[in-house]
């Protein structure tokens, strides 16, 4: 036990304490070996993902003018023969972090679009928003728009001023009660971690075969909202300009470009967040964000939304033989934070920090095993989901599986762990802002630059060079019990180094600050700094 414990330090004692059998020696069994740094630099570079997916194969970089094979990688080198690659997945209830990766970089397209360069205090890199959104975003006309579901059956739900349920008075001192004999009324008193908050009065009476079409349909109403909202703009631009611009020409002097999330509800149905910016248009170069014109406003785009928001409506289909047509519910709500009081950059961030938190989310993340909804359902277990989830959002699931067996609603099966909501939690337009690639190959370039301001060789990152893979798929997840234990110690290690890493740096610069002096960028890798924290 001597060697153990020098080669991972006093760290892994509390690791191996809170396990037994296997992976107490699967812990013991990793850290002896003669590679076992190789392998935490994996799962460094992995970003300490906790669901990592192993590959084999080898990787040569050869000269693109000359030929010469200037490096080779071969996973046969790698510790078990392998190489680690993050998951990448988006949902904190699969993997804590690279769901925090993701969340941090959607982070920076929101507040790029909403900031641009964004300034002192934005926390934006230049280098990373140089040449793609400009800083005079910030003084561009934007609106915080919300956006819900109507309903589709009374739910038991909070009351900010603590207020009952549903309260509902007798008649004739009778509880008054629905077609199904239970009460219509609510007299509790919830809490928000109650699980019953957002479940159905009754059960029989709510619509879940709406909810679960409506689900469904969000993004076709979004955009068909889209074009109701550039109809109404074209009429109000055509009354601010004292002419006729058509909504064929519209885009020829106004843009509206945007990010939207989307987030689940308690009630199990998708509301949107949507940050719209209004841009002007370079007719020389138009994929350039531009200024709007002088008269362009924040309440101009208000207008034109309220006329869509309330006037668009998409037809569903009818498996049961009710007519349902989808559209928004009556509370909506449209914020300008271009007119915030205390400065736009301030503003965009938490409005950013906002959107970013529920792209993470899952169906079920209201739900206790929020889990189970992770991932698509292949076989439809209802008694277990029940207990996972509880009987509402069951029900819910269920009902997308059933209707997915109708005509012309086979997708829905596909959907049924989101609800019947499809496709991504967060979009935008073209020219919002920034991408997630951008970010991506900023960070690629930023440690190729420390490795070459460290004096080291990196034919990988030579632009010049041809990359010739060969790879293929081994298997998810890590090899054993015990190496999930060490990431996810090491995961912990390195969330505290960052931890005191930015607390150190805020308190230099609070002490600079009193003195007079600029701030202090911050540098270097917090990862590195996790190593010297377990060491």
Not at 172 to 178: I, Q
Not at 501 to 511: G, K, L, P, S, V
């Amino acid at each position: 036990m001597g060697s153990f414990i020098g080669c991972f330090g006093l760290g892994v004692v509390g690791v191996v304490g809170s396990f037994v059998g296997p992976v107490a020696a699967g812990i013991e069994k990793r850290v002896v070996r003669s590679d076992y740094g190789v392998w935490r630099g994996q799962v460094e570079r992995a970003g300490f993902c906790s669901n990592p997916v192993r590959v084999a194969g080898r990787t040569t970089a050869v000269d693109g003018a000359t030929g010469e094979v200037r490096a080779v990688f071969d996973s046969g080198s790698q510790p078990d023969g392998v190489l680690l690659v993050a998951c990448g997945d988006r949902r904190a209830a699969v993997c804590a972090s690279c769901s925090e990766t993701y969340r941090r970089d959607l982070w920076h397209v929101v507040a790029g679009g909403l900031t641009g360069g964004g300034g002192e205090g934005s926390g934006l890199r230049a280098e990373t928003v140089s040449g793609l959104v400009p800083d005079g975003v910030g003084r561009h006309p934007r609106l915080f728009l919300t956006l819900t579901a109507p309903s589709f059956g009374p739910v038991h739900t909070v009351h900010r001023d603590g207020s009952p349920c549903r309260p509902r008075a007798a008649r004739n001192g009778r509880v008054r009660v629905c077609a199904h004999g239970r009460a219509v009324g609510c007299g509790l008193r919830h809490s928000r971690a109650d699980r019953t908050v957002g479940s159905p009065l009754c059960a029989d009476c709510f619509d879940y075969a709406g909810v679960v079409l409506w689900n469904s349909s969000v993004g076709e109403l979004w955009r068909r909202t889209r074009i109701y909202a550039d109809r109404a703009l074209a009429r109000e631009v055509s009354a601010v300009v004292g002419r006729r611009v058509p909504t064929s020409r519209l885009r020829d002097v106004l843009r509206v470009s945007y990010i939207k999330v989307a987030e689940f509800q308690k009630r199990g149905l998708v509301h949107l967040h949507i940050v719209a910016r209004l841009d002007g248009v370079d007719p020389e170069d138009r994929d350039r964000i531009a200024a709007p014109p002088s008269w362009a406003s924040a309440a101009l785009l208000r207008s034109a939304f309220a006329a869509a928001v309330p006037a668009v409506g998409v037809e569903l289909s009818s498996p049961d033989g009710l007519l349902r047509v989808a559209q928004w519910g009556a509370q909506w709500d449209a914020s300008d934070v271009s007119a915030a009081s205390d400065g736009s950059v301030a503003a965009g961030r938490r409005t950013a920090a906002y959107l970013s938190k529920y792209a993470t989310k899952t169906a079920g993340g209201s739900a206790a095993s929020g889990w189970a909804l992770a991932r698509r359902i292949r076989t439809l277990r209802v008694a277990w989901l029940r207990r996972q989830v509880g009987e509402h959002l069951a029900r819910m699931v269920e009902t997308a599986w059933t209707l997915g067996a109708e005509p012309g609603l086979e997708g829905l099966r596909r959907w049924a762990h989101s609800l019947g909501h499809p496709g991504h939690l967060a979009t935008k337009s073209r020219r919002y802002s920034l991408t997630l690639g951008a970010l991506r190959q900023a960070r690629r370039s930023w440690r190729a630059e420390q490795r070459r301001a460290a004096g080291e060789d990196d034919p990988w990152a030579d632009d010049a060079a041809v990359r010739v893979g060969e790879w293929r798929y081994v298997a998810r997840g890590y090899a054993s019990l015990g190496d999930a234990a060490l990431a996810e110690r090491m995961a912990e290690q390195h969330a505290f180094a960052l931890a005191e890493y930015r607390d150190q740096i805020a308190r230099e610069n609070a002490f600079r600050a009193e003195v007079g002096l600029p701030p202090v960028p911050a540098r270097g890798s917090s990862r590195g700094m996790s190593r010297a924290a377990s060491a």
